[in-house]
């Protein structure tokens, strides 16, 4: 079964407490900061192959950058030491997992897993950018 989801963040109600915890604050979206070791190269990747948008820069030379996309938003921190790991470092929710992975194999991006429908209702597929950092995509079916 496909977890719940959040439709949109604005004008969410305060749901019940979760039963873990006492507090009735909604979360939103969660924006994960992903290591990399050029940020030029990093923003130009997701912004030329993923159509994300530089939103802001922070350092002189630039070390932080965050970049977005309809309701997803990636924070780009720099580290000229970094080495990619073998964990996704992002899940990407969207609405056609076919038709990106298909973009991405046409930009020559590396695929880490090929797309497949899981068992756990969604079509999804990783593939690593530039530093390797592995992101999962997945749709809801």
Do not use: K, W
Request: glycine share 6%; proline share 9%; net charge negative.
């Amino acid at each position: 079964m496909a977890p719940p989801r959040l439709a949109t963040v604005a004008g969410m109600s305060a749901p019940p407490p979760h039963p873990a915890t006492s507090h009735p604050v909604a979360f939103g979206r969660l924006a994960p900061t992903v290591v990399v070791s050029d940020i030029g190269r990093a923003v130009e990747f997701y912004r030329d192959v993923l159509g994300m948008v530089p939103v802001f820069e922070n350092g002189n030379p630039v070390s932080f950058a965050i970049v977005e996309r309809d309701q997803a938003e990636l924070h780009l921190a720099l580290d000229p030491g970094h080495q990619a790991r073998d964990e996704n470092v992002a899940h990407l929710l969207v609405n056609d997992a076919a038709t990106l992975y298909q973009h991405l194999v046409s930009e020559g991006v590396t695929i880490v897993s090929a797309l497949r429908d899981a068992d756990y209702e969604m079509r999804t597929f990783v593939f690593a950018d530039p530093d390797g950092n592995r992101i999962d995509v997945g749709q809801y079916l």
